[in-house]
């Protein structure tokens, strides 16, 4: 009797996994954590059922015979009270779940139309519930970045630095350790620096890492002239992109600058759920150019490479020979004097050897102009860019706050010719990222229906129960509304394992149903009876997938980010899609495969009853 739907069911969750694993290196981060999960899944699926239907046979008919509550007998009264009471409680609700039903196919329109009424208004919450890329966790430990105005002195810089870390100190005790650096290489200068701050483990720590955002930020007055920028779960998702992520294009960096400069000024004045806006790019540095003329370099004999070698010389020093005393060699270097080199260079003492050796003053071949120069240049696609970045504050959704922003630079940032201006974070991650899982949700439900319809060698079984499906989406949304959790992109993952496992409990109600037609009930009967028989087992089976989730929904710790959305998905849809399931899937069955005959057989000749 149970063959053909615990293998279809086994099938069927298996089915859902294969498209996660072909189309998981197009997920980015998310396909490495889900591969490993599917692979893990995957393999405890074909176990389960090699051990159900080869394994359990055994030993429940030789090394491990059931009793039926009749046979058993209790040595402890205790044990005998509770199992008489478990039987009876059982009877009470298989006799009620079958009254219940029994209404429910006398009025057939109701149930359907309660049914997609309570689906409706499910999908009606997710506005409220909201969507981001991966939901916030805990984290022990923040980086904050602090950046002067440009020409700040290192000394000023320090100071700032270690006045933040000060503050710091003293208004989160609980911090483990921190590092301030002032300076930097690279493409930061003397204007720039960092503050790591470590915070005991997540479990254990009684001030978070909200707890130092906070603080960094309530000081930022104490600081003129400070920026600062916090690298933590809400200020950079696990995308890889910032929640707010507008990228500039242009050849002209200036111009670039400048708008970029206008829309990080929109964002400051009009928009304060957006925290912390920066422009990644630093303004260029004011530099001494030494412009040589060609011609006239030409006219003397001087070449271009040597006035270069002589100014670098005179600036940064040159080889002078060795000094040889006592055995030991030391090297001699000759540059200007400090103050020579700390002013703009007198050309007109500095000489350079022409074609014929001949001193020519570098004045009379060149001249000193004051000129800017980028400190860095980011190219994305061949192109340079510009981005200006933030992050949102708590209690915001990108998918509300991003379009807000897009219409407000259009209408009050005017953007100079040659620039163009489009967002690159978390809502587009978001996009591109829900777009692959839609398709990877349309092949996992398309695989699902063909493995149904081919354990059934029919259309009409795995229609009725293909409707199971969307079920799920009340439990999950109603759940995450109670939770006040907003849908991440693993949530969406969960959406598309729960497909293979919500049509589980259809799959035993109708193969049972057909089961009962072919020893010769009725339609009605046949919906009863076997929602009478197969209602404890969907229970049971529900149940301990519930359960065995709960930890990870309810009770998250480190990584919960990735579990608990996962968790709560496979709560909320399978308990939705399994309550409602057990009056729907009858009520479907008796309208669509009524009516339809089925070959029947004679109970006392064919499988015993």
């Known amino acids: 009797e149970m063959v053909t739907a615990i293998t279809a069911s086994a099938l069927t969750t298996l089915s859902v996994f294969l498209p996660i694993l072909i189309f998981k290196n197009s997920l980015g981060f998310l396909g490495v954590i889900v591969g490993d999960i599917s692979f893990t899944v995957v393999v405890a699926i074909v176990a389960s059922l090699a051990v159900a239907v080869l394994l359990v046979p055994v030993l429940a008919s030789t090394y491990l015979p059931l009793r039926t509550p009749e046979q058993r007998t209790h040595h402890v009264r205790l044990f005998a009270i509770v ?81 933040l870390a000060g503050f710091l100190k003293k208004d989160v005790p609980a911090i483990e350790n921190i590092v301030a650096t002032a300076g930097g290489g690279g493409t930061r200068g003397t204007n720039s620096g960092w503050i790591n701050v470590t915070l005991p483990p997540v479990d254990a720590a009684s001030f978070t890492a909200d707890d130092v955002i906070r603080s960094a930020r309530s000081h930022t007055g104490e600081l003129p002239g ?122 007109e ?57 897009t219409d407000a630079i259009a209408q009050g940032v005017v953007i100079p010719e040659g620039v163009t201006v489009e967002s690159s974070g978390e809502l587009t991650a978001i996009q591109e990222t829900g777009s692959q899982i839609g398709i990877i949700l349309a092949i996992a439900v398309g695989l699902v229906f063909a493995v149904m319809a081919g354990q059934f060698e029919s259309f009409r079984s795995p229609f009725i129960i293909f409707f199971a499906i969307p079920l799920m989406f009340i439990g999950v949304l109603v759940l995450y509304f109670l939770a006040g959790v907003p849908l ?7 959406l598309v394992m729960l ?20 020893r010769g009930r009725g339609t009605v009967d046949a919906c009863l009876e076997a929602a009478r028989h197969r209602m ?20 998250p710790g480190s990584g919960a980010q990735i579990t608990q959305p996962i968790g709560m998905t496979i709560v909320g849809g399978l308990a ?34």
Do not use: C
């Open 536 to 555: 404890r087992p969907i229970l049971m089976t529900t149940l301990t997938t519930i359960l065995g989730m709960a930890p990870l929904a309810f009770f």
């Open 499 to 518: 497909a293979g496992i919500v049509v589980n409990n259809g799959i035993v109600l109708v193969d049972y149903t057909n089961l009962m037609r072919v």
């Open 349 to 405: 003492r500095i000489f350079v050897k022409n074609s014929a050796g001949t001193l020519i003053p570098v004045s009379a071949v060149a001249s000193v102009q004051l000129g800017t120069s980028p400190v860095s240049i980011q190219r994305e696609d061949e192109q340079r860019t510009v981005h200006v970045t933030g992050g949102l504050a708590e209690g915001y959704q990108i998918a509300q706050v991003e379009p807000r922003i």
């Open 83 to 163: 199992d008489s009471g478990l039987e009876r409680f059982f009877e009470w609700l298989e006799v009620g779940y079958q009254k219940a039903l029994a209404v429910a196919l006398r009025r057939k329109v109701t149930t359907i139309v309660a049914v997609i009424a309570a689906l409706a208004v499910s999908l009606s919450l997710i506005p409220k519930v909201g969507v981001v890329f991966s939901g916030s966790t805990a984290e022990d430990n923040v980086r904050i970045t602090m950046r002067l105005r440009e020409g700040t002195r290192l000394e000023v810089t320090e100071a700032a630095v270690l006045r």
């Open 226 to 347: 400070m920026q600062i920028v916090f690298s933590q779960n809400r200020g950079r998702s696990i995308s890889g992109s910032n929640p707010i992520n507008i990228v500039l294009r242009s050849r002209d960096m200036d111009a670039a600058m400048k708008a970029a400069g206008e829309i990080q000024r929109l964002l400051v004045e009009r928009f304060p759920e957006v925290t912390e806006p920066d422009v990644d790019a630093t303004a260029a540095l004011p530099e001494l150019q030494i412009v040589v003329d060609r011609l006239r370099a030409y006219d003397l004999g001087v070449a271009t490479s040597a006035v270069a070698n002589e100014i670098a010389g005179a600036m940064n020093g040159a080889d002078g020979g060795d000094y040889r005393t006592g055995g030991i060699n030391y090297p001699i270097n000759v540059m200007l004097r400090e103050a020579d080199r700390s002013s703009v260079p007198d050309l």
């Open 488 to 494: 991440s992109m693993f949530s969406f993952l969960g």
């Open 576 to 609: 939705s899609s399994t309550l409602i399931t057990l009056f729907l899937v009858p009520v479907l069955y008796s309208i669509i495969a009524g009516k339809v005959p089925i070959r029947k057989i004679d109970p006392n000749a064919g499988e015993p009853t």
